[in-house]
């Protein structure tokens, strides 16, 4: 009655709720994470009677369990009992089985019989090898003097003929005879008797050398048969071993699946055996497999529910995953995009990074100092253009090459900008369009790409003639002059070579944007001939692994490469590279720098510099 007293009122679809619903409905199992330990609770309006019920489960399932084990363990030994008398059968089944094969087959010791006849398979096959070898070899000397027998030449010349004892003797011999006669030759005539006994000594000796290479090639040809017929032998001996192997392993197969079943068999026997032995001692030890370590006190306080608890639980939960998640992406993320994986990982140091233009179409982006549209793009260039100055490596470089990873990274943007830079501060600067596979300098300066380069390469027209000149002040251009079906072969030429080495002596800088890297290897035919390289690489693009392959291509190369330009990044994150451009404390300082250049430049250098046809 206390225990229902709470749950009078309750009722379910059959009716008022029975003592055995209420305790299924409020009972809880608490496992203790990392340990054996179960937690045993249940929930009641009366804190008296709710440590009681908790109690009376512990009990109740501890006895259980001890029931339920004495009753399996008795039933296990008994089942193992029939199996292993069963399996005991099995195995001396199998003992009769092999006894009978090896009574049939005469097989005692296969064992030995097969370590015996491998030995001498192995033996024979050594011996067939040598024999093989000697006679290939004594072959080819036969084959060799039949050749030079339809040749008609001397067999005397055979490395293998002259180096027999009496032939090599008489070659020495018939070679002293013939400087003696041509000694003589100069005090005496042809019919002097001292010409005639030397003659006559000459072909003797001549008749003994050619008996004795006879004689040699006799002895070969007996060597060729003997070693022939010593192969033939051999052979045959190997495959009469060979066969009486492959009997003994056909044998032996047989018995070998018998002896690997009697050994899984006897291993269940033993298994089953031992098995038995441990249940009928656990049956006679068997104990609770639990007991109660804390009995259940009434509480002093309710259980549920516990707000504060679950509010902090799921502020800090999502605080957790949040974090995971956001450790997650960076850690996948193998893109470049900081000037840590520049310097770290790719190995370039860090020249500048150029920030992004928004709204923009390519035409106006590589005009952009030009015009200087944005003047935080303008500064980057600068910046980049100072870089360069105070390098030693590359303050005298005249040839700069611009390269990429791969195509989309903003390398024409890079070189178009970077020439006007060298141009406005002076210098007078040629842009020259050296990706011959998809030119595009001519196009984003909105100049013509009819007539360029490859009319003076390959048709001869006048350097003069292919160069736009004065596009701004102090810039020209040369373009590509459309596209090349063999650009790396119009690169290796000579009349290319000559034509920089001719732009080297007119201009202080040229600026060649050249195809990506990894996309085609025309960039690596530019390289001997330029005095550095500016790697162009656009922000979280290109992957780290990617780039890192590429620049080491351009390390192979032995041409300076002067550094890394981080292009497209975000102007909030280009100001951590660039404080000053998100510090608002110096932001009235670049307008009223931008207002005064306006009036300045009305006749000066850097005006709206508009491009020239």
Same mark, same amino acid.
């Given at each position: 009655? #206390?225990?229902? +007293?709470?749950?009078?009122?309750?009722l379910?679809f059959?009716?008022?709720?029975?003592p055995?619903?209420?305790?299924?409905?409020?009972?809880k199992?608490l496992? %203790? @994470?990392?340990?054996? *330990?179960?937690?045993?609770?249940y929930?009641h309006?009366?804190p008296v009677?709710?440590? #009681?019920v908790a109690?009376?489960?512990?009990d109740e399932?501890?006895?259980?369990?001890?029931?339920l084990n004495?009753?399996?363990? *008795?039933?296990?030994?008994e089942?193992? #009992?029939?199996?292993?008398?069963q399996?005991k059968? @099995?195995?001396?089944?199998?003992?009769?089985?092999?006894?009978?094969?090896?009574e049939?087959?005469?097989?005692?010791?296969?064992?030995?019989?097969? =370590?015996?006849?491998?030995?001498?398979?192995?033996?024979?096959?050594?011996i067939?090898?040598?024999?093989k070898?000697?006679?290939?070899n004594?072959?080819?000397?036969?084959?060799?003097i039949?050749?030079?027998?339809?040749?008609?030449r001397?067999?005397?010349e055979?490395?293998f003929? +002259?180096?027999q004892?009496?032939?090599?003797?008489?070659?020495? %011999?018939?070679?002293?005879?013939k400087?003696?006669i041509?000694s003589?030759?100069? #005090?005496y005539?042809?019919k002097h008797?001292v010409?005639?006994?030397?003659?006559q000594?000459?072909?003797?000796?001549?008749?003994?050398l050619?008996?004795?290479?006879?004689?040699?090639?006799?002895?070969?040809s007996?060597?060729?048969?003997e070693?022939?017929? =010593?192969?033939e032998?051999?052979?045959q001996?190997?495959?009469?071993?060979?066969?009486?192997l492959?009997?003994?392993s056909?044998t032996?197969?047989a018995?070998s699946?018998?002896?690997r079943?009697m050994?899984v068999?006897q291993g !269940?026997? %033993?298994a089953l055996v031992?098995r038995?032995?441990?249940e009928?001692?656990?049956v =006679?030890?068997?104990?609770?497999?639990s007991?109660?370590?804390?009995?259940?006190l009434p509480?002093? @306080?309710?259980?549920?529910p516990?707000?504060? *608890?679950n509010?902090a639980a799921?502020f800090?939960g999502?605080?957790a995953?949040?974090?995971?998640?956001i450790f997650?992406?960076?850690?996948?993320d /193998?893109r470049v995009?900081?000037? !840590?994986?520049?310097?770290?990982?790719v190995?370039l140091?860090m020249l500048?990074?150029?920030?992004?233009i928004?709204?923009?179409?390519s035409n106006?982006?590589?005009?952009a100092?030009?015009?200087?549209?944005?003047r935080?793009?303008?500064?980057?260039?600068?910046?980049?253009?100072?870089a360069?100055k105070?390098?030693?490596?590359?303050? =005298?470089?005249?040839?700069?090459?611009t390269?990429?990873?791969?195509p989309?990274?903003g390398?024409?943007?890079i070189?178009s900008?970077l020439?006007?830079?060298?141009a406005n501060?002076?210098e007078?600067t040629l842009l020259?369009?050296?990706?011959?596979?998809?030119p595009?300098?001519?196009?984003?300066?909105?100049?013509?790409?009819d007539f360029?380069m490859?009319?003076h390469i390959e048709?001869?027209?006048?350097?003069?003639?292919v160069i *736009?000149?004065?596009v701004?002040?102090n810039?020209?251009?040369?373009p590509?002059?459309g596209k090349?079906?063999?650009p790396?072969?119009?690169?290796?030429?000579a009349?290319f070579e000559?034509?920089?080495?001719?732009? @080297?002596?007119r201009? /202080?800088?040229?600026?060649?944007?050249?195809?990506?890297? +990894?996309a085609?290897?025309?960039?690596?035919?530019?390289?001997?001939?330029?005095?550095?390289?500016?790697?162009?690489?656009k922000f979280?693009?290109?992957?780290?692994?990617?780039?890192?392959?590429?620049?080491r291509?351009?390390?192979e190369s032995n041409?300076p490469?002067f550094?890394?330009?981080l292009?497209?990044?975000?102007s909030?994150?280009?100001?951590?590279?660039?404080?000053s451009?998100?510090?608002?404390?110096?932001q009235?300082?670049y307008i009223?720098q931008?207002?005064?250049?306006?009036?300045?430049?009305?006749?000066?250098?850097?005006?709206?510099?508009?491009?020239r046809?």
């Open positions: 009655e #206390r225990f229902m +007293a709470p749950y009078a009122d309750a379910s059959t009716g008022p709720l029975t055995t619903q209420m305790l299924a409905q409020n009972r199992i496992p %203790q @994470r990392g340990t054996l *330990m179960i937690g045993v609770g929930n309006p009366d009677m709710a440590a #009681r109690n009376l489960f512990a399932f501890i006895n259980y369990n001890l029931t004495i009753d399996g363990s *008795m039933k296990a030994v089942d193992l #009992r029939i199996r292993a008398d399996q059968e @099995r195995v001396e089944e199998l003992e009769l089985k092999m006894a009978e094969y090896r049939d087959n005469n097989a005692v010791s296969l064992e030995s019989q097969e =370590n015996i006849a491998a030995t001498q398979l192995s033996s024979l096959n050594t067939k090898i040598e024999n070898h000697l006679y290939d004594l072959e080819t000397r036969i084959n060799l039949e050749s030079f027998r339809r040749a008609g001397n067999l005397s055979l490395p003929i +002259a180096e004892g009496q032939v090599s003797q008489l070659l020495s %011999q018939i070679s002293a005879i400087i003696g041509s003589s030759s100069k #005090r005539r042809e008797p010409m005639i006994e030397q003659q000594t000459l072909q003797e000796s001549e008749v003994e050619a008996a004795a290479v006879k004689d040699s090639v006799d002895k070969l007996s060597a060729l048969v070693a022939k017929s =010593n192969f032998l051999a052979s001996r190997l495959a009469e071993k060979e066969l009486e492959i009997k003994l056909k032996r197969v018995y699946s018998l002896q079943e050994d068999q !269940f026997l %033993q031992q038995m032995t441990q009928r001692a656990a =006679n030890l068997k104990n609770p497999n007991r109660v370590i804390d009995e259940a509480p002093l @306080r309710h259980s549920s516990n707000i504060v *608890m509010l799921g800090f999502g605080l995953v949040g974090a995971g998640l997650v992406v960076a850690f996948l /193998d995009k900081s000037a !840590f994986d520049i310097e770290g990982t190995g140091s500048g990074v150029v920030p992004r928004k709204k923009l179409d106006s982006k590589a005009q100092v030009a015009s200087n549209i944005d935080h793009v303008t500064e980057a260039f600068r910046s980049i253009h100072s360069l105070i390098s030693e490596e590359s303050k =005298n470089a005249k040839v700069i090459v390269t990429s990873t791969v989309g990274e390398k024409s943007f070189s900008n020439a006007l830079t060298f501060h002076g007078k020259l369009d050296g990706d011959l596979r998809l595009n300098v001519a196009r984003s300066l909105q100049l013509e790409n360029g490859l009319d048709k001869e027209v006048a350097l003069d003639e *736009m000149k004065a701004y002040p810039l020209d251009v040369l590509s002059g090349s079906k063999n790396t072969q119009v690169l290796n030429s009349k000559a034509m920089l080495a001719d732009l @080297r002596d201009y /202080d800088r040229i600026v060649i944007d050249s195809p990506p890297l +990894a085609v290897s025309d960039v690596l035919n530019l390289l001997p001939l330029a005095d550095g390289v500016l790697y162009v690489i979280n693009t290109v992957k780290r692994k990617t780039a890192v392959v590429n620049v291509r351009l390390w041409t490469i550094g890394a330009i292009n497209n990044i975000s909030t994150l280009a100001s951590y590279y660039y404080s451009y998100s510090d608002k404390a110096y009235d300082y009223s931008d207002v005064e250049l306006e009036d300045e430049l009305a006749g000066s250098v850097e005006p709206e510099m508009e491009p046809a």
